[in-house]
């Protein structure tokens, strides 16, 4: 399809073999054919999508998402518009800008900075106990929750698991960090929204010796010990989100949830 609007297309060269009858220019080297692109194309579902996202952030590179998956929050077409990419090969959308989280920890004595489009999970494995999770803001103790695990999203994120966590849905062109408790050990316990410059840090302990993992946009996944310091701020790498189609954000969530009730 894309050819057929006289672009050029590159892939990973581990792709060979699904598409050896197109004329299109393979890569052994990722970050070669990163640097080449001028946008990145993922189709699949949502992880797709967000995994894809966070490369084209490190590019500076805008992504298009096309969903096979099931809801597709931050995919920019379905299956079925593909002849919206006439609109793409033209120049004619509009890109928005989509605010990542910055995640900082320690682990195994070297520090390490991961970085979500969607969130970051802290919770209990399988068969733990209840976690104690006490959260600093600007270096400041604001509050202490008992509960299994603590969401921190990003206004995209606020559409997946803080959602079913009970968070708010917050429009991606707001900048804030959102912090949504899971299955709190209090009926008083509710999200917290801070604002875009606010450095979160969360310590978690458990008296059982429960395991504890720290999962960013839930395809990597970290042990973490007891009272180990993570910090939380706004990314400087920003997601470049195309859009081709005239809908606004209230427009997609409506759809997509009226899809899941479905």
């Known amino acids: ?102 995640v900082r920890l320690e682990n195994n004595g070297i520090q390490e900075t991961h970085y979500a489009l969607n969130d970051a999970v802290l919770a209990r494995g399988a068969l733990s106990r209840i976690l104690d999770l006490k959260v600093n803001f600007n270096d400041k103790n604001v509050c202490d929750y008992r509960a299994d695990g603590l969401i921190i999203a990003t206004p995209t994120g606020s559409t997946a698991y803080s959602l079913s966590a009970g968070g708010p849905v917050i429009d991606p062109s707001i900048s804030c960090i959102l912090l949504s408790p899971i299955c709190p050990h209090s009926l008083l316990t509710r999200s917290v929204v801070f604002g875009p410059d606010a450095r979160l840090s969360v310590l978690a302990s458990s008296s059982y010796d429960s395991e504890m993992f720290l999962t960013i946009d839930g395809d990597t996944s970290i042990q973490i010990t007891d009272k180990q310091k993570i910090e939380f701020c706004r990314s400087k790498q920003t997601v470049r989100i195309i859009k081709l189609k005239d809908n606004n954000f209230y427009e997609v969530v409506n759809e997509k949830l009226a899809e899941r009730r479905n």
Do not use: W
């Not at 805008?62 to 079925?80: C, S, Y």
């Open 1 to 102: 399809m894309l050819q057929k609007f006289d672009a050029k297309v590159l892939m990973r060269s581990d792709l060979k073999s699904y598409f050896s009858d197109f004329a299109i220019v393979f890569y052994d080297d990722f970050k070669k054919m990163m640097a080449d692109c001028d946008i990145v194309i993922a189709v699949g579902g949502d992880g797709t999508i967000i995994h894809c996202a966070r490369h084209a952030a490190a590019a500076e590179k805008p992504i298009l998402g096309i969903n096979i998956g099931r809801l597709g929050f931050v995919a920019g077409l379905e299956t079925d518009e593909l002849d919206e990419l006439k609109n793409l090969t033209d120049g004619n959308y509009i890109i928005e800008d989509r605010m990542m989280l910055e």
